[in-house]
């Protein structure tokens, strides 16, 4: 039933069924996973980690435990360690698609960026229609200035699914950094219509305009990022300190960092 309620959003109350199976039975590995998955929607990634420890604690070769410690480490900044439990969940389950992906991820926060992406070819040798797996590609290659590769995978991940607005803006950028500004707009300009609350893709937009001479179309665009990042930080700082009154230092730590990278932009 637990999981049930974590598949319609309702994480608290599957928290609470997970306790109650625990109570029945703390030394069952399934409720203490899914129960710091739950934690992990609600941002509680020091109690996620304790959860998969609990977990890990009980079967050493649980790989899902194993990857999902490996998330929560790196949601709050952890990559390191976050590559190593990847690695540990790899090596119990070797076709192990979202560790694989993972672990790319991680070792492109670290700017590993070859090998972030041999790890998404690996997914993908695994499984073609993987999208997260060509989305991050096309990121890693956006990261390494290489935006003439990043629209390979990109124009992959589209092909599986052609309104998804995160592929999108990542095609749109790489588009605008070419300096192919007509087809950037166009791709921008359809992501937000899905997404209008990505102050990334507004910028984007704004800076694709402002190259064309759209002086009033960049000015618009740039207004409605800074508004959205306005409400962010907002709720960003309210967040962190809640955080820090419930002694989820880590967490609070993570939210004030994501408020200055905002500020920061």
Not at 24 to 31: E, I, K, R
Not at 60 to 86: H, I, K, T
Not at 158 to 167: D, I, K, M, T, W
Not at 241 to 247: N, P, R, Y
Request: proline share 3%; hydrophobic share 40%.
């Amino acid at each position: 039933m637990g999981f049930a309620l974590g598949k319609l959003g309702r994480y608290e109350e599957e928290i609470a069924c997970c306790d109650k199976a625990l109570e029945l039975d703390p030394a069952c590995t399934g409720a203490w996973t899914t129960k710091g998955f739950a934690l992990g929607k609600l941002k509680r990634f020091e109690e996620k980690i304790a959860c998969c420890d609990r977990a890990l604690a009980l079967d050493p070769e649980d790989a899902a435990a194993w990857n999902s410690r490996g998330v929560a480490l790196g949601m709050l900044g952890r990559y390191a360690e976050e590559v190593e439990c990847c690695e540990r969940a790899l090596s119990l389950r070797g076709k192990y698609l979202s560790a694989w992906v993972n672990k790319g991820y991680a070792l492109g926060k670290l700017k590993r960026y070859e090998e972030e992406v041999a790890c998404y070819d690996r997914a993908l040798k695994i499984f073609p229609f993987y999208l997260s797996a060509h989305l991050n590609k096309g990121i890693a290659r956006i990261n390494q200035k290489r935006y003439e590769d990043a629209l390979i995978p990109l124009d992959h991940a589209l092909s599986l699914q052609p309104q998804n607005p995160r592929v999108l803006y990542r095609k749109g950028l790489a588009l605008s950094l070419l300096g192919r500004h007509d087809e950037a707009i166009a791709c921008l300009t359809e992501s937000l219509g899905t997404d209008p609350v990505n102050a990334d893709a507004w910028v984007a937009l704004s800076n694709s305009c402002f190259a064309l001479r759209k002086f009033r179309e960049s000015g618009k665009a740039f207004d409605q990022a800074y508004y959205i990042d306005i409400k962010d930080v907002r709720a960003g700082v309210a967040r962190g300190f809640a955080q820090l009154k419930e002694g989820r230092f880590e967490d609070a730590h993570r939210t004030f960092a994501e408020v200055l990278d905002i500020l920061s932009r």
